[in-house]
């Protein structure tokens, strides 16, 4: 079935650093990925969401590319703010284009 | 103005009392959904509505029942709480072509 997979449980960076947060997914169907990001004791929130193969997305400073010849959808920033310190997903639209899978989420703090 | 709005927001229960969880949402959206999350296990799918009168299983519903009256109105209900329910509940709406997801902010319910 479908599936999502983040690597990552927690990153923690210095303010100024890149950052790339892993996902990659498993589906049989034409995949539709997104990012949703969690700031504390907030609801999450959707972040960015993917295009067609090998094209980039970016909102807010943040970018991704979807490839499908790997399977991933990668979230990447070229220098972390303390805001971005929050818990990011990375989701899956099911077949049925009314579900999504969501990964386990990964947790970024961003220190001084 | 909050699009999805949850209530309790808090709400501390007995083993084995009945619970029950509603979100409303002024979106407009036909589909409807009810997540719990968990640390390590990101945002779990309990149960979905796809509009007034419909519900569906999402990857948990065991131990959840899920009421949809009205397109606004989407409950979840435990018949017979367990500690193994506590945990944070979101609910979230999302269109027809399920492009985003929006959530409410969540009840933190705690089983005793």
């Known amino acids: 079935g479908d599936s999502v997979t983040q690597t990552e449980g927690l990153v923690t960076l210095t303010k100024g650093l890149p950052v790339m947060l892993n996902c990659t997914y498993q589906t049989t169907y034409s995949p539709f990925l997104f990012w949703y990001v969690q700031h504390l004791n907030e609801a999450p929130k959707l972040l960015l969401k993917?295009?067609?193969?090998?094209k980039r997305t970016e909102h807010q400073g943040f970018y991704a590319t979807l490839h499908k010849s790997s399977s991933s959808f990668h979230l990447q920033k070229s220098s972390v703010q303390l805001s971005d310190s929050a818990l990011y997903f990375c989701a899956l639209r099911e077949s049925n284009y009314n579900v999504l899978y969501f990964g386990s989420g990964t947790k970024l703090t961003v220190e001084p | 103005e909050a699009a999805v709005t949850q209530s309790p927001r808090n709400k501390v229960a007995v083993t084995g009392g009945k619970v029950t969880l509603s979100c409303n949402q002024t979106n407009n959206h036909n589909n409807m959904y009810w997540y719990r999350q968990d640390t390590g296990h990101g945002l779990r799918l309990i149960h979905y509505?796809?509009?007034?009168?419909?519900?569906e299983k999402g990857d948990i519903p065991d131990g959840y029942k899920a009421s949809r009256p009205s397109q606004e109105n989407f409950s979840l209900i435990l018949e017979l709480a367990t500690p193994s329910q506590t945990s944070v509940y979101f609910c979230a709406s999302g269109d027809a072509k399920g492009w985003e997801q929006y959530f409410g902010p969540g009840t933190r319910l705690t089983v005793l």
């Open positions: 993917s295009s067609t193969d090998n």
């Open positions: 509505s796809y509009g007034a009168g419909s519900t």
